[in-house]
């Protein structure tokens, strides 16, 4: 198809997140998780560990990419709250630096792609749509995890939050990707896993917002009050992207 008849559909582009949207970090999470508790606690809670993990109710990660800490300032306390919460020992700094050995080797063994994310990014890619990624991680670490998972050459931007020095919900990482792609942010979609970072606030920044509301726990609650006020197209698969966009490959 054509960029002309791409464009007939009303988008031009789509940018997507990477963690559980695109890579199935939910999963790897879990496998970083049971490592570092095998060590440090065992028999501790998988499953309330990693419902912890990802809920991040200090909000580290977010101050982090709001510029407020390091990635290792970050990810330091959220596993001394963790070992608080399951019993392991204080982590100082080189009791740290031992622990995410073992996280991130164990966390990248993980990386895999989720089932629906090369269909999805082949039917984009036939329709002469232009795609790229956004995430909140650093574009060299998220590059490493695209490679691994078998996606990175179906991706032609990537936007992470060293590109700004800072992450969604920012309006100006969104507009980012889509001066990065040359398309219209009116006539980009944006597409994560996250209600509020990443539908909401591409909606907020004058793309077409995507809520990926995939099957499992989420991170946070969302609730149907929620859903409604965002204003934003919901799915539960990649594979209905590209109907919900208007897209169709004459491939």
Known sequence: MTREAAGASGIDGVLLDVDDTL????????????????????????????????????????????????????????ANELHAAVGGPVLDDAAYDAWDA????????????HDDA????????????????????RVGYQTDKLTRAGLADRIEVLVGVDTLGVGKPDPRVFLEGCARLGTDPARTAYVGDELDVDATAARAAGLVGVWLDRPGPRRVPVTEADVAAAGVHVIHD??????????????
């Open 102 to 113: 073992v996280f991130d080797a164990a966390f990248a063994d993980g990386w895999a792609a």
């Open 23 to 78: 890579v199935a970090t939910r999963d790897a999470f879990r496998g970083a998780l049971a490592a570092v508790l095998d060590r440090y606690a065992p028999g501790a809670d998988l499953d309330a560990a990693l419902a912890l993990w990802r809920a991040d109710p200090g909000g580290h990660y977010r101050a982090y990419t709001r510029g407020e800490q390091t990635f290792r300032q970050q990810r330091m306390t959220r």
């Open 238 to 251: 990649l594979a209905e992207l590209p109907a919900v966009l208007g897209l169709t490959s004459h491939r």
């Open 118 to 137: 090369v269909p999805a990014l082949d039917v984009l890619l036939a329709a002469g749509v232009r795609v790229g990624a956004l995430t909140n991680a």
